[in-house]
């Protein structure tokens, strides 16, 4: 079964700070992603890996960045904190294998709130 | 710019009813529309997908309607149960994008009342 383990369930920051969120999976996927979910917005895709050292922008990738050194590790990074970052955030991993249908799984989202 | 509208937001049904949950595209070019169904403090998972060359899909108590003709797609839950209180999101995706990257709709949180 996979399992995307993000590091923090609940994170209380203040404005201004550099803030790291960690997402760790178990399965070897290639791809790897972090949304932001908010009320009546669904899920906002903020950045996305192909695969190790490589990235892209997603929708709303402004005042994020994203670092990802080793193949099972994806982390989010906010440059510094703002109110408006408050938020769940959710980091998902795929395969590539077997065509291009394969189902994102997620892990089970870190809420942070900056002050 | 939302790209996948979904409706309603919110939607209250007994025990045993059938929940409907809509969502437009405009994108033509999208091609694979999953449905994703979260509980509350776990991420979203995969609960049924379909591509626009079927008109429906089932998997168990769940069927996916779609109408490629006015870019529509929705979701019935048959005999709706408690354990099916939870948010559902749909999504879009263009299946020859790199990454598959999905387009979500705003999500529809589900009570379902005993």
């Known amino acids: 079964d996979v399992k995307v383990t993000q590091s923090s369930r609940y994170l209380v920051k203040r404005t201004g700070e550099k803030v790291f969120l960690e997402c760790v999976q178990d399965?070897?996927?290639?791809?790897m992603f972090w949304y932001r979910q908010d009320p009546g917005l669904g899920l906002r895709l903020i950045y996305f890996s192909y695969d190790v050292k490589m990235k892209e922008k997603g929708d709303i990738p402004e005042g994020y960045s994203v670092s990802r050194e080793k193949k099972e590790r994806f982390s989010l990074i906010l440059e510094s904190a703002s109110t408006n970052q408050t938020s769940m955030y959710l980091c998902?991993?795929?395969?590539?294998?077997?065509?291009?249908?394969?189902?994102?799984?997620f892990g089970d989202g870190t809420r942070l709130s900056i002050l | 710019q939302q790209q996948v509208k979904q409706s309603p937001q919110s939607l209250i049904v007994q025990k045993g009813g059938i929940p409907i949950i809509n969502c437009a595209y405009e994108?033509?070019?999208?091609?694979?529309f999953p449905w994703y169904q979260q509980f509350p403090g776990k991420g979203p998972a995969l609960l049924i997908a379909?591509?626009?060359?079927?008109s429906e899909k089932k998997e168990g108590r769940f069927t996916i309607s779609f109408n490629k003709s006015a870019k529509q797609f929705s979701l019935h839950i048959m005999d709706s149960q408690p354990g099916d209180s939870a948010t559902y999101f749909c999504?879009?995706?263009?299946?020859?994008?790199?990454?598959?990257?999905?387009?979500f709709g705003g999500g529809t949180r589900l009570m379902v009342k005993p």
């Open positions: 399965m070897d996927h290639e791809n």
């Open positions: 994108n033509t070019a999208f091609d694979y």
């Open positions: 999504a879009a995706s263009i299946g020859n994008n790199a990454g598959n990257m999905l387009t």
């Open positions: 998902a991993s795929r395969t590539t294998g077997r065509g291009h249908y394969q189902p994102q799984h």
């Open positions: 379909i591509r626009p060359d079927v």
